[in-house]
Protein backbone atom coordinates (compact mmCIF):
# COMPACT_ATOMS: atom_id res chain seq x y z
CA UNK A 1 0.00 0.00 0.00
CA UNK A 2 1.10 3.57 -0.32
CA UNK A 3 2.67 5.61 2.15
CA UNK A 4 0.21 5.56 5.00
CA UNK A 5 -0.11 9.24 6.52
CA UNK A 6 0.94 9.99 9.83
CA UNK A 7 -0.09 13.00 12.35
CA UNK A 8 3.30 14.59 13.31
CA UNK A 9 3.82 13.80 16.91
CA UNK A 10 3.18 16.59 19.33
CA UNK A 11 6.17 17.30 21.23
CA UNK A 12 8.47 17.85 17.88
CA UNK A 13 8.95 21.33 17.44
CA UNK A 14 6.87 22.42 14.72
CA UNK A 15 6.15 25.63 12.27
CA UNK A 16 3.14 27.53 12.44
CA UNK A 17 0.55 27.97 9.61
CA UNK A 18 -1.70 30.36 10.41
CA UNK A 19 -5.29 30.01 8.69
CA UNK A 20 -7.15 33.06 8.27
CA UNK A 21 -10.65 33.59 6.41
CA UNK A 22 -11.36 35.85 3.43
CA UNK A 23 -14.04 37.72 5.84
CA UNK A 24 -11.21 38.28 8.95
CA UNK A 25 -8.02 39.07 6.80
CA UNK A 26 -8.34 42.70 6.81
CA UNK A 27 -8.63 42.74 11.37
CA UNK A 28 -5.73 39.93 10.93
CA UNK A 29 -3.22 42.14 8.84
CA UNK A 30 -4.01 44.73 11.23
CA UNK A 31 -2.53 42.79 14.33
CA UNK A 32 0.32 41.59 12.59
CA UNK A 33 4.28 43.41 12.00
CA UNK A 34 4.99 45.44 9.27
CA UNK A 35 7.31 43.42 7.61
CA UNK A 36 4.71 40.50 7.84
CA UNK A 37 1.64 43.17 6.83
CA UNK A 38 3.72 44.45 3.80
CA UNK A 39 4.81 40.97 2.62
CA UNK A 40 1.41 39.51 2.23
CA UNK A 41 -0.13 43.02 1.01
CA UNK A 42 2.83 43.12 -1.86
CA UNK A 43 2.30 39.74 -2.55
CA UNK A 44 -1.64 39.53 -3.29
CA UNK A 45 -2.60 37.61 -0.67
CA UNK A 46 -6.28 37.60 -0.38
CA UNK A 47 -6.97 34.63 1.90
CA UNK A 48 -8.87 32.72 -1.18
CA UNK A 49 -9.65 29.32 -0.32
CA UNK A 50 -6.13 26.99 0.05
CA UNK A 51 -3.86 29.89 -0.83
CA UNK A 52 -0.78 30.11 1.01
CA UNK A 53 2.27 32.62 1.58
CA UNK A 54 5.40 30.92 3.03
CA UNK A 55 6.65 33.56 5.98
CA UNK A 56 10.67 34.43 5.78
CA UNK A 57 12.67 34.27 8.73
CA UNK A 58 16.24 34.81 9.94
CA UNK A 59 17.25 30.96 8.73
CA UNK A 60 14.78 30.04 6.24
CA UNK A 61 10.67 29.50 6.59
CA UNK A 62 9.93 30.29 9.51
CA UNK A 63 6.22 30.26 9.27
CA UNK A 64 3.09 30.15 6.90
CA UNK A 65 -0.12 31.34 5.91
CA UNK A 66 -2.93 29.88 4.48
CA UNK A 67 -6.49 31.18 3.60
CA UNK A 68 -9.81 29.90 4.42
CA UNK A 69 -11.69 32.04 2.05
CA UNK A 70 -15.29 32.88 2.17
CA UNK A 71 -18.38 31.17 3.22
CA UNK A 72 -19.41 30.58 -0.11
CA UNK A 73 -16.40 29.21 -1.33
CA UNK A 74 -15.91 27.22 1.68
CA UNK A 75 -19.62 25.42 1.01
CA UNK A 76 -18.70 24.96 -2.20
CA UNK A 77 -14.98 22.89 -2.63
CA UNK A 78 -14.21 20.53 -0.07
CA UNK A 79 -11.07 20.08 1.43
CA UNK A 80 -10.02 23.58 0.14
CA UNK A 81 -7.80 24.51 2.55
CA UNK A 82 -5.32 21.18 1.96
CA UNK A 83 -4.62 22.60 -1.56
CA UNK A 84 -1.53 24.60 0.73
CA UNK A 85 -0.46 21.74 1.51
CA UNK A 86 1.90 20.50 -1.21
CA UNK A 87 3.66 24.03 -1.15
CA UNK A 88 4.88 23.50 2.47
CA UNK A 89 7.99 22.59 3.24
CA UNK A 90 8.44 19.21 4.80
CA UNK A 91 8.44 18.80 8.72
CA UNK A 92 6.19 19.39 11.88
CA UNK A 93 3.57 22.39 11.59
CA UNK A 94 0.68 23.18 13.89
CA UNK A 95 -2.23 24.62 12.54
CA UNK A 96 -3.83 27.94 14.18
CA UNK A 97 -6.82 30.32 13.72
CA UNK A 98 -9.93 30.44 14.82
CA UNK A 99 -11.64 27.30 13.32
CA UNK A 100 -14.75 25.76 14.32
CA UNK A 101 -14.23 22.03 15.01
CA UNK A 102 -15.76 21.04 12.21
CA UNK A 103 -13.46 22.89 9.87
CA UNK A 104 -10.22 21.63 12.09
CA UNK A 105 -11.93 18.02 11.46
CA UNK A 106 -11.83 18.93 7.56
CA UNK A 107 -8.44 20.57 7.31
CA UNK A 108 -7.16 17.42 9.54
CA UNK A 109 -8.32 14.72 7.13
CA UNK A 110 -7.85 16.64 4.01
CA UNK A 111 -4.27 17.20 5.01
CA UNK A 112 -3.80 13.33 5.58
CA UNK A 113 -5.52 12.72 2.57
CA UNK A 114 -3.21 15.50 0.60
CA UNK A 115 -0.53 13.32 0.83
CA UNK A 116 -1.74 10.37 -1.17
CA UNK A 117 1.04 9.53 -3.59
CA UNK A 118 0.32 5.98 -6.04
CA UNK A 119 4.24 5.51 -7.09
CA UNK A 120 4.06 2.24 -7.66
CA UNK A 121 4.79 2.27 -10.98
CA UNK A 122 7.23 5.25 -11.01
CA UNK A 123 10.96 5.75 -9.95
CA UNK A 124 12.50 8.32 -7.42
CA UNK A 125 11.83 8.71 -3.82
CA UNK A 126 9.39 11.45 -2.78
CA UNK A 127 10.25 14.91 -0.52
CA UNK A 128 9.73 14.70 2.84
CA UNK A 129 5.94 15.42 3.15
CA UNK A 130 4.60 18.47 5.42
CA UNK A 131 2.98 16.95 8.41
CA UNK A 132 0.55 18.03 10.66
CA UNK A 133 0.57 17.99 14.62
CA UNK A 134 -2.69 16.58 15.58
CA UNK A 135 -4.57 19.33 18.55
CA UNK A 136 -8.01 19.22 18.73
CA UNK A 137 -9.44 16.05 16.97
CA UNK A 138 -9.94 12.57 17.35
CA UNK A 139 -6.37 11.56 15.83
CA UNK A 140 -7.11 8.03 16.08
CA UNK A 141 -10.29 8.02 13.75
CA UNK A 142 -9.24 10.10 11.35
CA UNK A 143 -6.02 8.37 10.65
CA UNK A 144 -8.51 5.01 10.03
CA UNK A 145 -10.26 7.05 7.60
CA UNK A 146 -7.47 8.13 5.78
CA UNK A 147 -5.90 4.27 6.59
CA UNK A 148 -8.60 3.12 4.40
CA UNK A 149 -9.05 5.60 1.32
CA UNK A 150 -5.66 4.67 0.94
CA UNK A 151 -6.36 1.21 0.67
CA UNK A 152 -9.18 2.03 -1.90
CA UNK A 153 -7.00 4.31 -4.12
CA UNK A 154 -4.40 2.11 -4.19
CA UNK A 155 -6.69 -1.33 -5.45
CA UNK A 156 -8.45 1.18 -7.90
CA UNK A 157 -5.37 2.43 -9.47
CA UNK A 158 -3.39 -0.75 -9.57
CA UNK A 159 -3.90 -1.95 -13.28
CA UNK A 160 -5.69 -5.00 -14.37
CA UNK A 161 -2.55 -6.60 -15.07
CA UNK A 162 -2.01 -6.55 -12.01
CA UNK A 163 -4.84 -6.43 -9.91
CA UNK A 164 -6.94 -9.58 -11.40
CA UNK A 165 -9.39 -11.81 -8.85
CA UNK A 166 -6.37 -13.56 -6.97
CA UNK A 167 -4.41 -10.08 -6.69
CA UNK A 168 -8.10 -8.74 -5.40
CA UNK A 169 -7.81 -12.30 -3.10
CA UNK A 170 -4.47 -11.21 -2.03
CA UNK A 171 -5.34 -7.88 -0.82
CA UNK A 172 -8.51 -9.27 0.88
CA UNK A 173 -6.78 -11.94 2.68
CA UNK A 174 -4.00 -9.80 3.46
CA UNK A 175 -6.40 -6.97 5.07
CA UNK A 176 -8.22 -9.83 7.15
CA UNK A 177 -4.88 -11.57 8.23
CA UNK A 178 -3.82 -7.83 10.10
CA UNK A 179 -7.33 -7.05 11.72
CA UNK A 180 -7.39 -11.57 13.05
CA UNK A 181 -10.51 -12.03 10.24
CA UNK A 182 -11.50 -15.51 9.23
CA UNK A 183 -11.93 -15.37 5.43
CA UNK A 184 -12.73 -18.34 3.17
CA UNK A 185 -12.44 -18.32 -0.29
CA UNK A 186 -14.73 -20.44 -3.59
CA UNK A 187 -12.67 -20.26 -6.52
CA UNK A 188 -13.26 -21.68 -9.69
CA UNK A 189 -15.98 -24.47 -10.37
CA UNK A 190 -16.54 -24.69 -7.20
CA UNK A 191 -18.54 -21.70 -7.39
CA UNK A 192 -21.05 -24.21 -9.21
CA UNK A 193 -20.83 -26.82 -6.48
CA UNK A 194 -21.50 -24.25 -3.93
CA UNK A 195 -24.51 -22.84 -5.47
CA UNK A 196 -22.94 -19.23 -7.33
CA UNK A 197 -24.23 -19.39 -10.46
CA UNK A 198 -24.00 -16.29 -11.63
CA UNK A 199 -20.89 -15.71 -10.36
CA UNK A 200 -19.30 -17.88 -12.17
CA UNK A 201 -21.29 -17.36 -15.71
CA UNK A 202 -19.73 -13.84 -15.61
CA UNK A 203 -16.20 -14.59 -14.59
CA UNK A 204 -15.94 -18.43 -16.35
CA UNK A 205 -14.79 -16.82 -19.56
CA UNK A 206 -11.28 -15.71 -18.24
CA UNK A 207 -8.28 -17.04 -18.06
CA UNK A 208 -8.27 -16.20 -14.35
CA UNK A 209 -10.62 -17.89 -12.07
CA UNK A 210 -13.89 -16.38 -10.59
CA UNK A 211 -14.04 -16.24 -6.79
CA UNK A 212 -16.11 -15.61 -4.08
CA UNK A 213 -14.37 -13.94 -1.26
CA UNK A 214 -15.70 -13.54 2.21
CA UNK A 215 -14.72 -12.50 5.41
CA UNK A 216 -15.56 -12.24 9.18
CA UNK A 217 -14.60 -10.69 12.20
CA UNK A 218 -16.11 -9.59 15.53
CA UNK A 219 -17.80 -11.88 18.07
CA UNK A 220 -20.52 -9.57 19.52
CA UNK A 221 -22.75 -6.77 18.60
CA UNK A 222 -25.09 -6.50 15.76
CA UNK A 223 -24.81 -7.81 12.31
CA UNK A 224 -23.33 -6.03 9.19
CA UNK A 225 -23.10 -7.72 6.15
CA UNK A 226 -21.11 -5.77 3.34
CA UNK A 227 -20.85 -6.40 -0.34
CA UNK A 228 -18.58 -5.03 -3.49
CA UNK A 229 -18.62 -5.55 -6.97
CA UNK A 230 -15.31 -6.70 -7.38
CA UNK A 231 -14.98 -7.06 -11.38
CA UNK A 232 -11.54 -6.43 -11.93
CA UNK A 233 -12.20 -5.57 -15.78
CA UNK A 234 -14.92 -5.59 -17.91
CA UNK A 235 -14.70 -6.01 -21.70
CA UNK A 236 -18.30 -6.00 -22.20
CA UNK A 237 -18.42 -9.67 -23.00
CA UNK A 238 -19.98 -10.84 -26.08
CA UNK A 239 -21.67 -7.65 -25.99
CA UNK A 240 -17.69 -6.14 -26.08
CA UNK A 241 -17.47 -2.58 -24.91
CA UNK A 242 -15.94 0.04 -28.05
CA UNK A 243 -11.86 0.76 -27.00
CA UNK A 244 -13.23 4.05 -25.35
CA UNK A 245 -15.70 2.24 -22.81
CA UNK A 246 -12.43 0.17 -21.69
CA UNK A 247 -10.49 2.91 -20.39
CA UNK A 248 -11.76 3.27 -16.94
CA UNK A 249 -12.49 -0.93 -16.45
CA UNK A 250 -9.66 -1.51 -14.23
CA UNK A 251 -11.64 0.42 -11.76
CA UNK A 252 -14.87 -1.66 -12.33
CA UNK A 253 -13.48 -3.57 -9.19
CA UNK A 254 -14.09 0.23 -7.33
CA UNK A 255 -17.33 -1.45 -5.19
CA UNK A 256 -14.76 -4.28 -3.85
CA UNK A 257 -11.95 -1.38 -3.29
CA UNK A 258 -14.16 0.70 -1.23
CA UNK A 259 -16.07 -1.97 0.98
CA UNK A 260 -12.49 -2.98 1.75
CA UNK A 261 -11.31 0.46 2.66
CA UNK A 262 -14.42 0.68 4.91
CA UNK A 263 -13.65 -2.68 6.60
CA UNK A 264 -10.61 -1.46 7.55
CA UNK A 265 -12.26 1.59 9.64
CA UNK A 266 -14.82 -0.43 11.02
CA UNK A 267 -12.26 -2.75 12.28
CA UNK A 268 -9.34 -0.60 13.24
CA UNK A 269 -11.28 1.69 15.34
CA UNK A 270 -12.89 -1.34 16.75
CA UNK A 271 -16.23 -1.47 16.32
CA UNK A 272 -18.77 -3.41 18.75
CA UNK A 273 -20.72 -5.58 15.92
CA UNK A 274 -20.22 -8.71 13.68
CA UNK A 275 -18.69 -7.77 10.31
CA UNK A 276 -18.90 -9.68 7.48
CA UNK A 277 -17.42 -8.68 4.09
CA UNK A 278 -18.50 -10.61 0.76
CA UNK A 279 -16.51 -9.57 -2.73
CA UNK A 280 -17.12 -11.21 -5.97
CA UNK A 281 -13.97 -11.39 -7.92
CA UNK A 282 -14.18 -12.42 -11.36
CA UNK A 283 -12.64 -11.22 -15.24
CA UNK A 284 -15.72 -10.16 -17.46
CA UNK A 285 -14.47 -11.71 -20.29
CA UNK A 286 -14.62 -13.55 -24.06
CA UNK A 287 -13.96 -17.10 -24.94
CA UNK A 288 -15.70 -20.07 -26.76
CA UNK A 289 -17.57 -20.77 -23.24
CA UNK A 290 -18.64 -17.06 -22.40
CA UNK A 291 -21.96 -16.15 -21.28
CA UNK A 292 -24.28 -15.66 -24.64
CA UNK A 293 -26.60 -12.54 -25.03
CA UNK A 294 -30.69 -14.43 -23.90
CA UNK A 295 -28.70 -17.07 -22.24
CA UNK A 296 -31.29 -17.82 -18.96
CA UNK A 297 -29.52 -18.17 -15.47
CA UNK A 298 -30.87 -19.43 -12.33
CA UNK A 299 -29.34 -17.58 -9.50
CA UNK A 300 -28.62 -18.69 -5.91
CA UNK A 301 -31.95 -17.34 -4.61
CA UNK A 302 -33.68 -19.14 -7.55
CA UNK A 303 -34.76 -16.67 -9.47
CA UNK A 304 -34.00 -16.87 -13.24
CA UNK A 305 -32.73 -13.96 -14.84
CA UNK A 306 -32.29 -12.95 -18.84
CA UNK A 307 -28.94 -12.23 -19.52
CA UNK A 308 -29.86 -8.99 -22.44
CA UNK A 309 -26.70 -7.62 -21.75
CA UNK A 310 -23.52 -9.21 -21.00
CA UNK A 311 -22.04 -5.80 -20.31
CA UNK A 312 -24.47 -6.14 -17.26
CA UNK A 313 -22.72 -8.36 -15.28
CA UNK A 314 -22.33 -6.44 -12.35
CA UNK A 315 -25.65 -6.69 -10.64
CA UNK A 316 -25.46 -10.37 -11.48
CA UNK A 317 -22.51 -11.06 -9.64
CA UNK A 318 -23.77 -9.00 -6.63
CA UNK A 319 -27.12 -11.17 -7.33
CA UNK A 320 -25.80 -14.12 -5.86
CA UNK A 321 -23.57 -12.33 -3.02
CA UNK A 322 -26.88 -10.38 -1.86
CA UNK A 323 -28.57 -13.89 -1.85
CA UNK A 324 -25.94 -15.38 0.34
CA UNK A 325 -25.60 -12.20 2.58
CA UNK A 326 -29.68 -12.25 3.42
CA UNK A 327 -29.45 -15.89 4.10
CA UNK A 328 -28.01 -15.20 7.64
CA UNK A 329 -30.35 -12.07 8.18
CA UNK A 330 -27.85 -9.68 9.26
CA UNK A 331 -29.39 -6.15 10.80
CA UNK A 332 -27.85 -4.54 7.89
CA UNK A 333 -26.72 -5.25 4.23
CA UNK A 334 -24.87 -3.15 2.55
CA UNK A 335 -23.82 -2.86 -1.22
CA UNK A 336 -21.47 -0.57 -3.20
CA UNK A 337 -20.78 -0.75 -6.84
CA UNK A 338 -19.45 0.92 -9.89
CA UNK A 339 -22.69 -0.27 -11.59
CA UNK A 340 -24.52 2.38 -14.24
CA UNK A 341 -23.43 4.89 -16.18
CA UNK A 342 -26.70 5.95 -15.68
CA UNK A 343 -25.48 7.13 -11.75
CA UNK A 344 -22.90 9.21 -13.05
CA UNK A 345 -25.12 11.40 -15.92
CA UNK A 346 -27.44 11.93 -13.19
CA UNK A 347 -25.22 13.36 -9.89
CA UNK A 348 -21.64 13.43 -11.84
CA UNK A 349 -18.46 12.19 -10.17
CA UNK A 350 -18.42 14.20 -6.97
CA UNK A 351 -21.70 12.66 -5.30
CA UNK A 352 -21.98 9.09 -4.28
CA UNK A 353 -25.92 8.15 -4.97
CA UNK A 354 -27.38 5.57 -2.92
CA UNK A 355 -30.98 3.39 -2.42
CA UNK A 356 -32.55 2.96 1.16
CA UNK A 357 -36.04 3.11 2.49
CA UNK A 358 -35.26 2.95 5.53
CA UNK A 359 -35.71 6.20 7.35
CA UNK A 360 -33.34 5.57 10.18
CA UNK A 361 -30.86 4.50 7.91
CA UNK A 362 -30.98 7.51 5.48
CA UNK A 363 -31.10 9.92 8.29
CA UNK A 364 -28.11 8.34 10.26
CA UNK A 365 -26.16 7.83 6.64
CA UNK A 366 -26.78 11.72 5.87
CA UNK A 367 -25.63 13.24 8.98
CA UNK A 368 -22.56 10.44 8.39
CA UNK A 369 -21.87 12.31 5.43
CA UNK A 370 -21.69 15.93 6.77
CA UNK A 371 -19.66 14.34 8.99
CA UNK A 372 -17.36 12.76 7.32
CA UNK A 373 -16.79 14.89 4.39
CA UNK A 374 -18.38 12.57 2.16
CA UNK A 375 -21.35 13.60 -0.05
CA UNK A 376 -24.45 11.27 -1.04
CA UNK A 377 -27.44 11.51 -2.50
CA UNK A 378 -30.81 9.94 -2.20
CA UNK A 379 -31.92 7.80 -5.62
CA UNK A 380 -35.36 6.09 -5.15
CA UNK A 381 -36.28 2.19 -5.21
CA UNK A 382 -39.43 3.22 -7.68
CA UNK A 383 -41.87 0.71 -7.10
CA UNK A 384 -43.86 1.42 -10.47
CA UNK A 385 -40.85 0.41 -12.66
CA UNK A 386 -40.38 -2.70 -10.91
CA UNK A 387 -42.07 -4.42 -14.06
CA UNK A 388 -39.61 -3.36 -16.31
CA UNK A 389 -37.34 -6.03 -15.08
CA UNK A 390 -39.39 -8.88 -15.43
CA UNK A 391 -38.76 -9.57 -18.93
CA UNK A 392 -41.61 -12.28 -19.11
CA UNK A 393 -39.70 -15.45 -20.43
CA UNK A 394 -37.38 -15.33 -16.85
CA UNK A 395 -37.84 -13.79 -13.68
CA UNK A 396 -35.42 -10.75 -14.14
CA UNK A 397 -34.30 -9.07 -16.58
CA UNK A 398 -30.59 -8.06 -16.27
CA UNK A 399 -30.83 -5.03 -19.33
CA UNK A 400 -34.18 -3.67 -19.75
CA UNK A 401 -35.18 -2.17 -22.71
CA UNK A 402 -36.83 0.45 -20.86
CA UNK A 403 -34.23 3.47 -21.75
CA UNK A 404 -34.95 5.56 -18.71
CA UNK A 405 -33.50 5.12 -15.08
CA UNK A 406 -30.97 2.87 -15.88
CA UNK A 407 -29.35 3.26 -11.97
CA UNK A 408 -32.95 2.55 -10.50
CA UNK A 409 -34.14 -0.29 -12.22
CA UNK A 410 -30.64 -2.14 -11.28
CA UNK A 411 -31.11 -1.13 -7.80
CA UNK A 412 -34.42 -2.37 -7.89
CA UNK A 413 -32.88 -5.41 -9.66
CA UNK A 414 -30.60 -5.95 -6.62
CA UNK A 415 -33.65 -5.51 -4.54
CA UNK A 416 -34.80 -8.52 -5.19
CA UNK A 417 -31.84 -10.32 -4.02
CA UNK A 418 -32.05 -9.25 -0.25
CA UNK A 419 -34.66 -9.32 2.69
CA UNK A 420 -34.45 -6.84 5.36
CA UNK A 421 -32.76 -3.39 5.74
CA UNK A 422 -30.70 -2.83 3.02
CA UNK A 423 -28.67 0.59 1.98
CA UNK A 424 -27.05 -0.01 -1.99
CA UNK A 425 -24.56 2.42 -3.19
CA UNK A 426 -24.19 3.25 -7.09
CA UNK A 427 -20.89 5.03 -6.55
CA UNK A 428 -18.17 5.67 -9.93
CA UNK A 429 -14.95 5.83 -7.98
CA UNK A 430 -12.55 7.95 -9.78
CA UNK A 431 -11.57 11.64 -10.02
CA UNK A 432 -11.56 12.91 -13.07
CA UNK A 433 -9.06 15.81 -12.42
CA UNK A 434 -7.31 16.83 -9.71
CA UNK A 435 -9.10 18.25 -6.92
CA UNK A 436 -8.01 19.16 -3.23
CA UNK A 437 -6.78 15.87 -1.23
CA UNK A 438 -8.33 13.72 -4.39
CA UNK A 439 -5.60 13.43 -6.97
CA UNK A 440 -7.11 12.33 -10.30
CA UNK A 441 -7.67 8.78 -10.31
CA UNK A 442 -9.12 5.66 -8.05
CA UNK A 443 -11.52 7.71 -4.74
CA UNK A 444 -13.41 6.41 -2.28
CA UNK A 445 -17.11 7.16 -2.09
CA UNK A 446 -19.50 6.72 0.63
CA UNK A 447 -17.46 4.81 2.93
CA UNK A 448 -17.33 7.99 5.67
CA UNK A 449 -20.50 8.54 5.23
CA UNK A 450 -21.40 4.93 6.40
CA UNK A 451 -18.88 5.06 9.36
CA UNK A 452 -20.25 8.01 10.61
CA UNK A 453 -23.43 6.56 10.50
CA UNK A 454 -22.77 3.22 11.72
CA UNK A 455 -23.51 3.76 15.68
CA UNK A 456 -27.21 5.00 14.38
CA UNK A 457 -27.78 2.90 11.96
CA UNK A 458 -27.53 0.00 14.11
CA UNK A 459 -26.89 0.97 17.71
CA UNK A 460 -23.41 1.19 18.50
Known sequence: MSDVPRFAEAAVPARVLTVV????LAGWLAAQPATVRDWLVGSGFEAGLGEMRLLPGPEGVAAAVAGLGTAKARGRLRFGLAKAVSGLPGGAWRLVGDLTQSQRDEAALGWLLALY????????KAAEPARLVAEGVDAARLLAMAEGEFLTRDLINTPASDMGPAELE??????????GAVATVVRGDDLLAQNFPMIHAVGRASAREPRLLDMRWGQTGPKLTLVGKGVCFDTGGLDIKPAAGMQLMK????????????AHMIMALGLKLRLRVLVPAVENSISGNAMRPKDILTSRKGLTVEVNDTDAEGRLVLGDALALAAEESPDLILSMATLTGAARVAVGPDLAPY?????????????????GFDPVWRLPFHD??????????????????????????AALFLRRFVTGRYLHFDIYGHSPADQPARPKGGVGQGARAVLGGLPAMLGL
Open 21 to 24: SAEG
Open 117 to 124: RFDRYRAG
Open 170 to 179: DAFLALAARF
Open 251 to 262: KDMGGAATVLGL
Open 355 to 371: YCDDAGVVAALEAGAVA
Open 384 to 409: AYESVIEPGIADLDNAPGFGFAGSVT
